[in-house]
């Protein structure tokens, strides 16, 4: 089993940035398709925003306007910068294609900490 490896969490207040990175290297699945999830303390996944065919970017409507994704890759990496932090982005972040989501395989995650 190779995962994904997600790094760049931390602890921020209110109104500030991070930058998550997500190296995909490992993965065995096609990766044209990627996307950055998270998971709240108590609650579900939940999709954040992703790659989805040529060209296509998805944004759920609570990040709009304030996370950016991006992806190189030359290099197997994607990025997911965060700004306007809130203390409800707080929870711990995963990337992941279609085909890992389906198997289970995720990797550890990073914990990002917005406190208000």
């Known amino acids: 089993q190779v995962n994904m490896v997600e790094s760049g969490g931390g602890l921020v207040q209110a109104g500030g940035s991070l930058r998550l990175s997500c190296d995909f290297s490992?993965?065995?699945?096609?990766?044209?398709?990627l996307a950055w999830y998270r998971q709240a303390p108590g609650k579900q996944r939940e999709v954040v925003a992703g790659f989805y065919g040529a060209g296509n970017i998805h944004y759920e409507d609570v990040v709009k306007g304030r996370f950016t994704i991006s992806r190189d890759n030359t290099k197997n990496m994607m990025f997911l910068q965060m700004n306007s932090l809130k203390p409800e982005d707080t929870g711990v972040y995963f990337c992941?294609?279609?085909?890992?989501?389906?198997?289970?395989?995720w990797g550890q995650g990073t914990q990002v900490t917005v406190s208000s």
């Open positions: 992941n294609t279609p085909g890992g989501y389906v198997a289970g395989y």
């Open positions: 490992g993965s065995i699945f096609n990766s044209s398709n």
